[in-house]
């Protein structure tokens, strides 16, 4: 699970003795976000139903189990699948790369610089296809994310653009602001392995490895 604590100008008093990472998140802080992301409105399940609906999957299992016992094949119309596709065609030809401009000449050749950086890291990163992803999550259930990160592998292109499911994250819900730049922390959750999260911490392995038991 990654943490993105926004200092919000808490004081949040004496940390105890096992509380003390200098430099980290206090675990005080850490469990106060977690309350808050169990205390959260229950609107997930909702917005995997209708992800589901999308993808044919419209039938409770009780309604399968009829059909079953009446022999009837299933069937389904699927009515909301025509009304997306065709709001993701209008997003996707109307789509347009994005392009510094200058406000005047001596700032066009930087312009022209940075649109040249751009246009790679899109091509070399398939940001068009993670924000593609991103919109259609977020017209089917509600919301979509991006994650922008940097590439650990030194021989991929230095940055990574991919599209993050909406059940990895969660974030503040006081928030007013649609970029969420008032928001005071943003979770992901990100499941890894057992042999990669000790070669990130190798200090911390023998803690990693008994806490795995």
Known sequence: MNLKPISDGTDYGAKPEWDRAKGGLPVQRLESFLRECEQQPIWRPKA??????????????EQLRRYDEAEID??????IRPVINSVLGNEEKTRRDPKPEADDDEGSDVAE????RLKEAQRETNADMASGNAYGSGVKAGIGWVGVSRASDPRSYQYRVEDVHRNSIWWDMRSKRL?????RWLIRRDWKDLDEVKAAFP?????????ME
Do not use: K, T, V
């Open 203 to 211: 200090e911390h392995a023998d803690i990693i490895e008994s806490s």
């Open 113 to 116: 610089g940075m649109h040249a």
């Open 48 to 61: 995997d139903l209708c992800c589901a609906y999308y993808d044919d999957d419209q039938l409770s299992p």
């Open 74 to 79: 299933p069937r389904a119309m699927n009515l």
């Open 179 to 183: 970029d969420l730049s008032d928001a």
